[in-house]
T-cell receptor, first 113, second 115 residues
Framework: AQSVTQLDSQVPVFEEAPVELRCNYS??????LFWYVQYPNQGLQLLLK??????LVKGINGFEAEFNKSQTSFHLRKPSVHISDTAEYFC???????????FGEGTQLTVNP | EAGVVQSPRYKIIEKKQPVAFWCNPI?????LYWYRQNLGQGPELLIR????????DSQLPKDRFSAERLKGVDSTLKIQPAELGDSAVYLC?????????????FGPGTRLTVL
């Protein structure tokens, strides 16, 4: 069975600072990896996904993530955050042969002026 | 293109009452999911449909929860009777198919409060 651990429940940063949201996963087979963002009172929106190929994945809103198989990690980064990036971010994993998406518990990113 | 539509957005009921949630997936999406998101946690899958067939309902508490997807389009999730612990956000998602490469698109959710 797969699992996801988001290492920080809350990350406060100042506007225009860089940010990294950490995600580790566990699975005995090959996986696909995803980052979703959830704004208050809204559903989840896909930021980016790793399916295969280059381990550096670029997504929407200037976010990127790097898949590290040896460390079983998929950390999300942005070089300069905006107030509007304040939201809950969820890392998720899905086995390549399966259909169930397993989410982490989320990281609340708060960008302060 | 319209996204996943859910209604109602909010629902407050007393315990032991029934409640139902409705979901209209993105047009052409054959796979539909219902998730429950407890406060401060990530979504957890309740049930997955391929067209009108429930193919993964192992996480659905079948003593009080039921779901249907008539004609393979809209879906309804029902709780009867509701318990205090059912307070959560219920999310519907859809995808073209069940493959791991198929992106799941989420609706805004229904926030249920059981008093």
């Amino acid at each position: 069975a797969q699992s996801v651990t988001q290492l920080d429940s809350q990350v406060p940063v100042f506007e225009e600072a860089p940010v990294e949201l950490r995600c580790n996963y566990s699975s005995s087979v090959s996986v696909y990896l995803f980052w979703y963002v959830q704004y208050p009172n809204q559903g989840l929106q896909l930021l980016l996904k790793y399916l295969s190929g280059s381990t550096l994945v670029k997504g929407i809103n200037g976010f990127e993530a790097e898949f590290n198989k040896s460390q079983t990690s998929f950390h999300l980064r942005k070089p300069s955050v905006h107030i509007s990036d304040t939201a809950e971010y969820f890392c998720a994993v899905r086995e390549t042969s399966g259909s169930r998406l397993t989410f982490g518990e989320g990281t609340q990113l708060t960008v302060n002026p | 293109e319209a996204g996943v539509v859910q209604s109602p957005r909010y629902k407050i009921i007393e315990k032991k009452q029934p409640v139902a949630f409705w979901c209209n997936p993105i047009s052409g999406h054959n796979t539909l999911y219902w998730y429950r998101q407890n406060l401060g946690q990530g979504p957890e899958l309740l049930i997955r449909y391929e067209n009108e067939e429930a193919v993964d309902d192992s996480q659905l508490p079948k003593d009080r929860f039921s779901a249907e997807r008539l004609k393979g389009v809209d879906s309804t999730l029902k709780i009867q009777p509701a318990e205090l612990g059912d307070s959560a956000v219920y999310l519907c998602a859809s995808s073209l198919g069940p493959l791991g490469t198929d992106t799941q698109y989420f609706g805004p959710g229904t926030r249920l409060t059981v008093l």
